[in-house]
């Protein structure tokens, strides 16, 4: 029996493609801080394709893609439709899509679909459209329509976006992407996920976490607003009669 | 500059927040109305949210009209017992305006209803103050003595029950009118995120025959409670007041509040509510258009709760 399996083994090992690369990668910040002047920022991710810890070989052999994606906070956003009825134009219909990640961004290191076949980028959620694929009560052509628009309009405020020259090889193995993470970046917890491709095939992935915060004042603003809305509104109120007050007071009115 | 607004989630300018807050500051100051129905729309129009523009300039509204209600108050031009019946009703109105604003954003016809709500409320207020001015003018250009006011022409709203004696305005009407123009005024401004003082004024003036000196006043003390009584619910209710973005118009606000006072002082008052009348005509039909016209884009997209 022992000697069965050894043979059946035997003839799978050629076949099975043989993992030897491992992904050593890094990012160069793990905390974005939102702070009264902050205009979006620059991140770079690096990595560098290795040979596996457990492998013979020394070199690890090329060419290989790498592909990061950059996701944000997920939330549940409505694209909506307006249409034109009696004279005015007016949301009618509108898709929701649920747990819809916040910011989306796909850095290549050459065109997609000259990495890898379309449902392998799809299974893995590297192109923007697998979001908004998933089974919605609306129904599947609504889905696919609605869903489109709304990556057309995340891409146009910056959120949603596929650069596929955004990822630089320094060598045969090293390589880093430049990400812009525009102000309108929603706060909250982020993942970029790494993959190098080599033939068409995902041969390593690694997935690394940053955060957007808001810090110091923003934060405190932030959290006052949603956790005791009541002493907020009327912080509010208090500022806006002593500003109104001491307007009067300098300009003498 | 840049400055990060933390509810509204998104960097703006700073010198352009002043700005707009100093220049419709300057339009109030001249005009003596609040200037929400200016700066709500404009920060609309520059890519606020509108929830977030509704809520944070009915902040600003407090602090535009403070300084005016003070002043007014020390010089005795507010009738207390009127502008407590209004301001009572006037949150009771609110109340139903914040309720409605909260179903109508989850809806997503929440834009819908603030620009058909301009362009019916400044669109009607408009033109009757544009003809108003414009029978003045033509009036007094013929050289006739035009009269602000006939003390004693009585309407049917005289007629009404539950009569309360206002001391300081000199009037025994009924209450009910009152309480009316109150509601309604809560109702909508707190809606549009408008103080409501250019629908306050006329209806204190045409409907209740409130004498001059202290329509202004009564009308301001109102605004103040009322809006401030708005801007807690927003916080409490839809969360999108932004104070950083409130106070920056709240300075520029303010400060040019002072020099449109100045600037009034060399123009006529026909003129400047025939002036006014054409502003606030542009505004509606600024609304009105972009709810006629083909929009750049049929698809939006907005965050669900």
Redesign the interface.
Known sequence: MKRLWLFILALLLPVLPVQAERLVSGISNDTIQITSSFDGERLTFYGTIAPDAGSTERVVQGPFDVVVVILGPTQNRVAREMTHNFGIWLNTEQVEFKRFPSYFHVLSSKRLIEIADINLLNENYILPEAHAMAPNPAGFMKTLEFGRELIRLMSQDGLFGVQENGVQFMSDTFYSAQLTLPSSAPPGPYIAQTYVFKNGQIIARKSEGFAVRKIDFERFLAQSATQSPLLYGIACVVLALFTGWLGGVLFRR | ????L??A???VNLFFLVGIGGAVGFLSGLFGVGGGFLLTPLLIFSGVPTSVAVASVT??V???????A??HYRRGGIDLHLAMYLILSGILGAFGGVATFSILRAN??L??VIA?GFVVLLGFVGTLMLQESVRALLKQRKGVVVRDRQPNQHSWIHGLPWRVRFKKSRLYISVLPVLLIGLFIGFVGSLLGIGGGFVMVPALVYLLRVPGNVVIGTSLAQV?AMM?AT??????QS?S?D??L??CL??GG??G??FG?AAGQHLRGEQLRGLLALLVLAVAIRFGLS?????S?????????
Do not use: N
Not at chain 2, 297 to 305: I, W, Y
């Open positions: 500059m840049q400055i990060y933390p509810i989630e998104l960097s902040g600003q407090v602090a535009a009209s403070t300084s005016g003070l002043s997503g016809q834009d819908l058909v103040v401030a801007t807690i619910m927003h916080a409490v969360q007041v104070i950083l409130a106070f709240m300075v303010t400060a509040a002072q006072a709810l006629v016209l083909t929009p884009d049929v698809f939006s997209m907005a965050v669900a709760r």
